[in-house]
């Protein structure tokens, strides 16, 4: 069992910057890959970034590539998500969730951190 908990949302205007912090508990978070997935209103979940347990591999959706990044730092059990040039379209709760390595089953979840963006 890992617990997730995220911080670091809020209400910002087109342009500026946030980042989200993910701290993990409960397990050796350096046995898990990490992802950040956001849902905005009315729309699917989209998971738009995920890390190796490593840190030496990640991968982008599209949509935030060039100005979304995702690290972690394993002895402080954190992921982050540093989000650069927001757009309103940015709007959405963001999650993290964690799969065991070798797994793309994200299993856990946190509670999710809202993101305003307003234009």
């Known amino acids: 069992q890992v617990q997730l908990v995220e911080s670091g949302g809020g209400l910002v205007q087109a342009g500026a910057s946030l980042r989200l912090s993910c701290a993990a508990s409960g397990r050796t978070f350096s046995n898990y890959a990490m992802a950040w997935l956001r849902q905005a209103p009315g729309k699917e979940r989209e998971l738009i970034t995920r890390i190796s347990w490593s840190g030496g591999s990640t991968y982008y959706a599209d949509s935030v590539k060039g100005r979304f990044t995702i690290s972690r730092d394993n002895a402080k059990s954190t992921v982050y998500l540093q989000m650069n040039s927001l757009k309103p379209e940015d709007t959405a709760v963001y999650y993290c969730?964690?799969?065991?390595?070798?797994?793309?089953?994200?299993?856990?979840w946190g509670q999710g951190t809202q993101v305003t963006v307003s234009s």
């Open positions: 969730a964690a799969a065991p390595r070798g797994s793309s089953n994200y299993a856990w």
